[in-house]
């Protein structure tokens, strides 16, 4: 996995870490409180070899390696039930030798022979008299039971105490620093765990980054999610952070397909609610204000949006000039003032879209205007939903792929561009809508689409040798009339 989307992962899922993180804090604390409060006590006796009159060196020595190879058996006598036996006895404590051993620990550390006994209990007083009571009793088994002579003599080894056992100051448990430490270690560690979980499941489209590890069609732009009412940018040029964006996307548009002078776009989506419709107005409004005449046509004949969304009049469309029922240019309608947009809507839901769509009728409509304008953008249902987007590829000259950033999965973005593909259309390019402005997927974070390069200034775009003019409008009598053979498309 690559380092940067292992940490856009854990950034994007923060919160998840920090509530694991919080979980553990708080289930340490209700442990710390629910944990009986526990006083140690320890003493530390000393096992030696007994020194006999007329000893040799030799021989504590060898008593001595008698004593230290015998003493991780000394630290089992001290918690079983022939030395806490006795000690319940003495103190009258009301529990078996099996759970008195829960709370009596020996230890010693390694080549060593002294050995530390630690008691735990409800009260510093009672742990100092139980630890004193083991070891007392500890001394008593190992030198007057286990280490006799079978002859009566006198045991090899001795006991001697090194440091009595104390009464404490505090208690030993609940240990609520430690308990807390351990819990948000834990805590962190699930978390982290998680959210590696969660974003390696979560096959979403976020960012620049997850498209280009699917495809090596260009993204061409990423537009900023729109808060306001309106997701129209102002058609008067006003300067905004959104209609930058989309003049970006107008210039690597320009030189994706830079040998080209007329341009016909399909405009679509893998799935429904990505924003294809008010990308599509939008980079018309950018395109009319560099100068370049522009036709908006509205071929999503199922759920057409586009009128809506301008505040034209859909009853009198595209559907009315396939089936040649009103002329093309009595259905053209324009929109806005200083940059007029040329817009063809949808007319009447017909039953047979995507025949009509497929139709030589709508090639001839394209034809048309394509002659006539230097971009005619075309609104089409997204790709996974129905046929009609890649039908109307065929009659195009490229295909723009709208992206909603957490809107689509990777398979649906596969699924689009291989049902594209099956109609020999590749996307001339991507477009990743509705990118959030904070977070570690904004624009600003993601790749720097705000840093895309700009075009080298260039002679004025011409059509049919004329230069591109945003108030001309189309002639009955241009050399672009349609003839018999366009079917039913009639000026």
Known sequence: MEFKRLVRIMRKRWILIVAFVLLGLVGAAAAALVTPVQYESATRVFVAAQIQNGSTPGDLVQGNNFVVQKLPYYLDVATSPRVLDPVISSLNLDESAVDLAQ?????????????????????????????????????DVVINQLETPADGGASPVTVGVLDPAVAPDNPALPQLYLNLAVGVLIGLL???????????L???????????????????????????ATPIISPDGASSARAEAFRVLRTNLEFADADTSRRSLVVTSSVTGEGKTTTLVN???????????VAVIDADLRTPRLAD?????????????????????????????????TVLSSGKIPTNPSELLGSTAM????????????????????????TDAAVLSRWTGGTLLVVGANRVREPELLAAFDALEA????????????VPTRGPDALVRDGGFAAAMRPAPRAPRTVDGR??????????????APTEAQQRVTW
């Open 283 to 293: 980079l018309a409004i950018v395109l009319a204000q560099s100068g370049a005449t």
């Open 103 to 139: 709370r009596v620990t020996a230890t010693t550390e390694p080549g060593s022979a002294v050995i530390e006994i630690a008691a735990l209990a409800s009260s510093a007083d009672a742990a100092q008299q139980l630890a004193q009571a083991v070891s007392e009793s500890f001394t």
């Open 467 to 480: 230069p591109s003019d945003a108030s001309r409008t189309i002639s009955p009598d241009s050399e672009s």
């Open 423 to 434: 109609v020999g259309t590749t996307p001339l390019g991507v477009v990743l809508a509705m």
């Open 363 to 386: 090639g001839t409509v394209l034809d048309v205007l394509s002659s006539s304008y230097d971009y005619v953008l075309i609104d089409a249902p997204s790709v996974l939903a129905v």
């Open 202 to 228: 979560d096959r979403r489209i976020y960012n620049r980054d997850d498209i280009e590890r699917l495809t090596v069609v260009p993204v061409l732009g990423g537009i900023p999610l729109e808060a306001r």
């Open 190 to 200: 699930v978390g982290l765990v998680t959210a590696l979980i969660l974003g390696l």
């Open 309 to 341: 969304y301008l505040g034209l009049d859909a009853d009198r469309g595209l559907t009315e000039v396939l089936l040649g029922d009103v002329q093309l240019k009595e259905s053209l309608q324009s929109w806005g003032t200083q940059h007029p947009l």
